[in-house]
């Protein structure tokens, strides 16, 4: 079980973002993903989800800015997500992993920080 974020960076607001996950191992590419995150002194927070047929859901405060995608080679799942007109409020450590993950319990990759500017 592997799961390897990266893509993050600084940005000015409005500006775009890629981020991109490698996750290995059958839990993921049998599950539906997810990108969470979490800033200074919050809570981790499910902010797009897809199913293994393609189906995305939102938080309401990214919906219509973020795009969640994702493709399945044999034994690993590429979770991408396309952050556009971003908000300073966007700024937080952003990690993949499957939409039910449990922050106790769960293997998590590192992370990749966004931040970003007014």
């Known amino acids: 079980v592997q799961l390897v974020e990266s893509g993050g960076g600084l940005v000015q607001a409005g500006g775009s973002l890629r981020l991109s996950c490698a996750a290995s191992?059958?839990?993921?590419?049998?599950?539906?993903m997810g990108w969470y995150r979490q800033a200074p002194g919050k809570q981790r927070e499910l902010v797009a989800s897809?199913?293994?047929?393609?189906?995305?859901?939102?938080a309401d405060s990214v919906k219509g800015r973020f795009t969640i995608s994702r493709d399945i080679t044999k034994n690993t799942v590429l979770v991408s997500l396309q952050m556009n007109s971003l908000k300073p409020e966007d700024t937080a450590v952003y990690y993949c992993?499957?939409?039910?993950?449990?922050?106790?319990?769960?293997?998590w990759g590192q992370g990749t920080q966004v931040t970003v500017s007014s």
């Open positions: 191992g059958s839990i993921f590419t049998t599950s539906a």
């Open positions: 992993n499957t939409d039910r993950a449990n922050l106790k319990y769960d293997y």
């Open positions: 897809i199913t293994r047929g393609g189906s995305t859901n939102y």
